[in-house]
């Protein structure tokens, strides 16, 4: 082993050390409180905006760090590159945490996610044409417009047992559990060796097999595999910088498993129009009601809505644009595919999946 490499897997170590206080969605999520709060609110006839509580994290000291690790890694190493690369994603991570509930939110956040008026790879189209392309498409077959709610037919025991039964048979090397979250907001999440489940929610066979294909198979799968790298020790933490292709990949695995449906594509969809709203001064409570003239219940309006103002004001002008990375993403993966195909690559995009799938 080279001295610049022995040098740069030192770097490596101090940089998972120094990350491990950055969680980012956790730091900019919602107390389920808010959502109790707002519905009763609303249903009185008295809308008030929700003002979350965030807990303040002091990152100087991890900031620092991380400044340190990025001035002592060589750009012109492959390693060091690479050090440099991901340490500037975690530093803007590190930075939106120290100003969670301020609008400055909204412009780390644009660093790490773009925003939904950004162009789409090889093309003069933007996230926000694709959304309305997609949103087109989806009224088209449903006649009203709307995203219907179809009867639901799991609930989230059952989803869980479902889910934990799916994975159980493929992870035969780890063990990746279902949990249900009564706190959880969004209507799942997953990492490495977990899965959580929004409690008192009801499912589909279509949520299953989505769920499936991009928590399961993309999120926990690529977790549990950088956790393998027997050098590389950072790889075993997902950097900001590579969520977009993260959840292009995962969204883009439910397009060509055949998991994903319309209804999902929408909600998708409406997301990047709604960021875009609120970026424009839109607050929660316009937003909120455009997710329920979209046809969305009041409870999915309200999960929808605070998923665009995570970690920012309510008021209108600033914005989580997360969501934003789902489209673009997919569509970044698909342009990969395509391109790689037609250059005669196949091999760049071949993924080698068996049972417990680490490579």
Same mark, same amino acid.
Request: proline letters at 5%; glycine letters at 6%.
């Given at each position: &082993? ?41 249903? $009185?006839g008295q809308p008030r905006l929700p003002a979350p ?5 002091? &990152? +100087?000291?991890?900031?620092? #760090? ?11 190493? %492959? &390693? ?6 991901? #340490? ?5 991570? $590190? ?20 925003? %939904?008026?950004? +162009? ?24 009203? !417009?709307?995203?219907?709610? %179809? ?7 059952? &989803? ?38 929004? $409690? ?26 950088? +956790? ?21 990949? $995962? ?11 319309? %209804?999902?594509?929408?909600r998708l969809s409406l997301r990047i129009i709604a ?35 995570? !970690? ?48």
């Amino acid at each position: &082993m080279t001295p610049s490499l022995q040098h740069h897997l030192a770097l490596d170590a101090r940089l998972l050390d120094a990350v491990q206080r950055i969680r980012l969605l956790s730091a900019v999520s919602w107390p389920m409180a808010t959502q109790a709060a707002f519905l009763q609110n609303w249903r $009185a006839g008295q809308p008030r905006l929700p003002a979350p509580d965030y807990l303040r994290r002091d &990152m +100087r000291e991890v900031i620092q #760090t991380l400044q340190a690790i990025h001035a002592q890694a060589d750009p012109a190493c %492959p &390693m060091g590159e690479y050090l440099c690369r991901t #340490t500037d994603s975690w530093l803007v991570a $590190a930075e939106l945490i120290q100003s969670v509930g301020d609008a400055e939110v909204s412009l780390h956040s644009q660093r790490l996610f773009g925003r %939904p008026g950004d +162009r789409l790879p090889g093309s003069a189209l933007t996230n926000v044409d694709a959304a309305r392309h997609f949103i087109a498409i989806a009224d088209s077959v449903d006649g009203e !417009g709307a995203i219907s709610e %179809p009867d639901y037919v799991l609930s989230a025991e059952v &989803m869980r047992d479902e889910l934990q039964s799916a994975l159980d048979a493929f992870f035969v090397g780890h063990r990746v559990t279902v949990e249900i979250d009564p706190d959880l907001i969004a209507k799942a999440a997953a990492g490495p060796t977990r899965i959580r489940l929004r $409690a008192d929610t009801a499912f589909t066979e279509y949520d299953l097999r989505q769920l499936l294909e991009h928590e399961a198979f993309v999120h926990s799968l690529t977790g549990l595999n950088g +956790r393998e790298q027997p050098h590389v020790r950072s790889l075993s933490r997902t950097a900001p910088r590579v969520i977009a292709t993260q959840e292009g990949l $995962a969204t883009f695995a439910e397009l060509i498993t055949g998991a994903i449906d319309l %209804p999902r594509l929408k909600r998708l969809s409406l997301r990047i129009i709604a960021i875009e709203m609120a970026l424009n001064g839109a607050d929660f409570i316009d937003v909120f009601r455009y997710f329920l003239e979209q046809g969305q219940s009041e409870t999915e309006s309200f999960s929808s809505a605070q998923r665009v103002f995570r !970690g920012c004001p309510t008021s209108g002008g600033a914005a989580f644009t997360k969501d934003a990375v789902y489209l673009h993403g997919m569509l970044s993966v698909h342009t990969f595919f395509r391109w790689a195909l037609k250059h005669r690559r196949p091999r760049l995009t071949s993924v080698v999946r068996g049972q417990d799938g680490l490579a």
